[in-house]
Structure formats: structure tokens, C-alpha cells
């Protein structure tokens, strides 16, 4: 993008915006009358100053962009600064990190950090934090997203650990949860999408400073949710809000949730409340972890106490429970599975104890019927283009003081592996990630 103004005969300022790729970032052009400093801002690592003067400066210096075939847009206006031309003043006032399509082409390749696993496996185990190169000038329909926030879902340490052999390939990238800012653009992305925050989904890659995607992976996020309230708004509260759409129709009084503790059973939790249901948790029993506000549960089983699974079978009630969320598994899950109504829906969405349900579970004929809930089947429906009315009614619960997750731990990208190896079993609250320190 290349801003220059010059001083009019009447006194105002006229500017011309284009936004283009000269070089290696958005240069900003201002000159008087015999010369032009051109400077592009300090990026991060892409900063180049260069300079430029003459006679008729700016019709030189947009010919020359439109030789290169990257003039974006031409924009003409009056008064104000670059902060002006931004729909969003906090958070696009500058352009954030003014870069084209080009700003990440033509420059030598520059190194940025990134949480790397090398091979499957624990995460403890393979993560490093190191310097990979950066990302290549984004393509047809692509970005580049300067990472602002992430966190460490579990679905992240199954991925390393290398259960979706078919799908996962090694060295990667972690991180499925995240929130940044639009960089820089490729050809047939909306010029208005330059510093945009966004939750980029579609892919693992969080973990890093700059990610590459396809802009349709791109969910736009309300300016008025901060980013460690936005980092948390894909995993857990989108399969919430979903789960609990779906299965709990009217008419569904008794539920079970499983690892009722965990982020995801507060949202359960909190969702099931507003249809006037209280359901039995089940928990480990970890020492130092209760649910987030006991009123919102009939009943929490916790399953290293003796007698646990006559508690839970009286907690439930003699016919059953209409639906039963489990994304623990094993031995667990299938005591769950067997408490559920025979006209029920047995829910299962994770396998946090690693152990697959039991095979009665898909072979008992009287049972519940088992639903295998696959959030990335439905967000990868149709190449992402739903992605903006999926998140509307979680955007706005987030907006409403619902839905939110606790922070615990509060780390930069460089300290990520000796945190995950050290970190203590049965803390309270998520790791959030700076990943610029």
C-alpha cells in the first residue's frame, strides 16, 4: 500500500492510497516540492527503508506499481492520515503491518518463530520452539495472518501425537486455536481485509508468528471482543453451541456430561441452563478441580471414589438419560453409554482418556444410538464459506460475558516447550500464547 499527500493550493491535503506491492511492505510516500522520502514502517523484521524524489513522483511511482500488475486500489481522498482510510480504527487505524500481496515477496526468506513437532508423539516430547522460514507471498485468494493470541487445546496434543496419521503429515505446525491480523493480501482478496482481525481456521499453525491460509478460512471477529476473549471462541464453545442446538430438542430433560470440568462442560453447562436443564456431571476427581458453579449440575460424580457408578445410576433416574455428551471414552464412557435411554442419543465427541468406547456401545441393539460429533466435518463442509453465520450466535454469547474461558497460564511463543513440559497436572485454566515474544 503506498499513501502520499502533497499540499494543495487550497490548503487541504490531498492523498492517494494505493495499495500494491512495491518491494517489501507498504511504503508511505509523503514529499514537498523537489523531494520524496519514501519509508516503509517498521514490521517486525521486514522493514526497508528506501528513498525517492522528482518531478511528478506520485504518477511515476503508480505507473510503476501497475507495470508490476499489483495495483490493488486507488483511493483519493481529503485530510486525515493513512488511520483514516481504516474501517476499523483500533484495529486496522495503521494498516497494522501495511503490507500488499508483495510485502512478503521478492525479499530474501527471513526466519520467524514457530512451535515445531518433528515427528509424532507426546507433546512434552517433540514440541521445540526454533526460527523456520516465513511464509511465502500469498497466493490467489490468500492471506497472511500475524498471529496476536493462541492457546493449547486438547485436540492439539491428539493431533501431535499422531492419531490422524492420515491426514497429519510431520514436521507441523500445532495449533488449532488462535486470533490475528491480516498482513498481507493476495490477488482477489478484499483490499478492506488489511489488518482485519481474524480467527484463521481450516488448519494446524497457530503456534507461530505468521500463518498463510485462504482468506475464506478467515472469520472475522467483532472489534469489540479482546483477543483473550477470541482466541477461545472456536473448539469448545462453537461444539458446544452446536451439540447442544442439535441434540437437545425440546422435550430432553436428563443429561450427562463427561469430564465435566473441563472448558467445554462449563459451556454445556451454561447452555443447557438456559433450556431449563441441570445435568449429572462426571469428573475424575482431580484434587484442586470442581466445576465452575456447582448450582448449574444436579449432581457431580466423581469416578476414583468407591461407588461411583451406583451414584451415577441413581443420579441419572431409573428411565435413563434423553442424551449423554462424553469425549472421554473407555471404561467411562461406556458406563455412560449405558445409562443412556434406549430412545437416546449417546454423543460422543472426544477420547480424552485415549481408550475407545467399548464395542457394545455400537453393537447392543437396545441401546442408545451412538453420534460420532466431528466439529471438523462441519467446518469443512463447504471450503469454509459458512464459517461467519456459524460464529454469529457464539460471538455473540462472548459478547455477553457467556461462553468465556479462564486464563491460567499467560506465556510468549519462545517459552511454550518448557512450559508444556513442566507444567502441573490439574491446573486451573488455559495457556494463553503471545506469539510475537
Known amino acids: 500500500m503506498?499513501?502520499?499527500?502533497?499540499?494543495?493550493?487550497?490548503?487541504?491535503?490531498?492523498?492517494?492510497?494505493?495499495?500494491?506491492?512495491?518491494?517489501?511492505?507498504?511504503?508511505?510516500?509523503?514529499?514537498g516540492q523537489d523531494e520524496a522520502v519514501a519509508r516503509?514502517?517498521?514490521?517486525?523484521?521486514?522493514?526497508?527503508?528506501?528513498?525517492?524524489?522528482?518531478?511528478?513522483?506520485?504518477?511515476?511511482?503508480?505507473?510503476?506499481?501497475?507495470n508490476l500488475g499489483v495495483c490493488a486500489f486507488v483511493r483519493c481522498h481529503r485530510t486525515g492520515s493513512v488511520r483514516d482510510t481504516s474501517p476499523s480504527q483500533?484495529?486496522?487505524?495503521?494498516?497494522?503491518?501495511?503490507?500488499g500481496a508483495d510485502a512478503f515477496r521478492g525479499r530474501e526468506v527471513v526466519q520467524v518463530l514457530a512451535a515445531v513437532a518433528d515427528s509424532p508423539g507426546r507433546l512434552a516430547d517433540v514440541l521445540t520452539i526454533r526460527d523456520v522460514d516465513g511464509p511465502a507471498a500469498p497466493g490467489e485468494g490468500e492471506v497472511v495472518v500475524r498471529m496476536l493470541a493462541a492457546t493449547v487445546n486438547p485436540s492439539d496434543e491428539v493431533?501431535?501425537?499422531?492419531?490422524?496419521?492420515?491426514?497429519?503429515?510431520?514436521?507441523m505446525v500445532p495449533g488449532f486455536e488462535g486470533v490475528g491480523a491480516i498482513d498481507a493480501i493476495g490477488p482477489g482478496v478484499p483490499a478492506a481485509a488489511l489488518g482485519r482481525r481474524?480467527?484463521?481456521?481450516?488448519s494446524a499453525g497457530n503456534w507461530q508468528q505468521y500463518k498463510r491460509l485462504g482468506y475464506a478460512w478467515c472469520v472475522p471477529v467483532p472489534d469489540?471482543?479482546?483477543?483473550?476473549?477470541?482466541?477461545?471462541?472456536?473448539?469448545?464453545?462453537?461444539?458446544a453451541t452446536l451439540m447442544v442446538d442439535r441434540f437437545c430438542r425440546p422435550g430432553v430433560r436428563d443429561v450427562v456430561v463427561t469430564a465435566a470440568t473441563s472448558a467445554i462442560g462449563r459451556h454445556l453447562a451454561e447452555l443447557l441452563a438456559d433450556r431449563g436443564v441441570t445435568p449429572v456431571g462426571v469428573v475424575r476427581g482431580t484434587p484442586g478441580r470442581g466445576v465452575a458453579d456447582p448450582s448449574r449440575w444436579?449432581?457431580?460424580?466423581?469416578?476414583?471414589?468407591?461407588?461411583?457408578?451406583?451414584?451415577?445410576?441413581?443420579?441419572?433416574?431409573?428411565?435413563?438419560?434423553?442424551?449423554?455428551?462424553?469425549?472421554?471414552?473407555?471404561?467411562?464412557?461406556?458406563?455412560?453409554?449405558?445409562?443412556?435411554?434406549?430412545?437416546?442419543?449417546?454423543?460422543?465427541y472426544g477420547l480424552l482418556s485415549g481408550a475407545p468406547l467399548p464395542a457394545a456401545c455400537f453393537t447392543d441393539g437396545n441401546g442408545a444410538r451412538v453420534e460420532l460429533f466431528r466439529l471438523r466435518d462441519i467446518v469443512h463442509k463447504d471450503g469454509g464459506q459458512h464459517l461467519p453465520g456459524l460464529f454469529a450466535p457464539v460471538f455473540d454469547n462472548l459478547r455477553r460475558g457467556r461462553l468465556h474461558t479462564a486464563v491460567g497460564t499467560r506465556i510468549g511463543l519462545g517459552a511454550l516447550a518448557d512450559h508444556v513440559t513442566r507444567r502441573a497436572a490439574g491446573r486451573a485454566g488455559k495457556i494463553l500464547i503471545d506469539p510475537q515474544r
Do not use: K
Request: aromatic residues 8%; glycine residues 14%.
Open 2 to 31: 503506498i499513501s502520499s499527500s502533497r499540499q494543495r493550493p487550497d490548503g487541504g491535503l490531498g492523498h492517494v492510497v494505493a495499495a500494491g506491492h512495491v518491494g517489501q511492505a507498504l511504503v508511505v510516500a509523503q514529499y
Open 40 to 66: 516503509i514502517p517498521p514490521s517486525n523484521r521486514y522493514a526497508r527503508p528506501c528513498r525517492l524524489g522528482g518531478e511528478g513522483f506520485v504518477r511515476r511511482l503508480l505507473c510503476l506499481t501497475l
Open 90 to 99: 483500533e484495529h486496522r487505524a495503521t494498516l497494522r503491518r501495511m503490507g
Open 159 to 171: 493431533t501431535i501425537s499422531g492419531a490422524y496419521g492420515s491426514r497429519t503429515s510431520f514436521p
Open 198 to 202: 481474524v480467527l484463521p481456521l481450516g
Open 224 to 239: 469489540d471482543l479482546p483477543d483473550e476473549v477470541a482466541c477461545f471462541a472456536y473448539i469448545n464453545p462453537l461444539t
Open 298 to 348: 444436579r449432581a457431580v460424580v466423581a469416578t476414583n471414589e468407591p461407588g461411583w457408578r451406583e451414584r451415577l445410576r441413581a443420579a441419572v433416574g431409573p428411565r435413563g438419560a434423553d442424551v449423554t455428551f462424553d469425549c472421554v471414552g473407555g471404561g467411562v464412557g461406556g458406563e455412560a453409554f449405558a445409562l443412556t435411554a434406549g430412545h437416546g442419543a449417546f454423543v460422543h
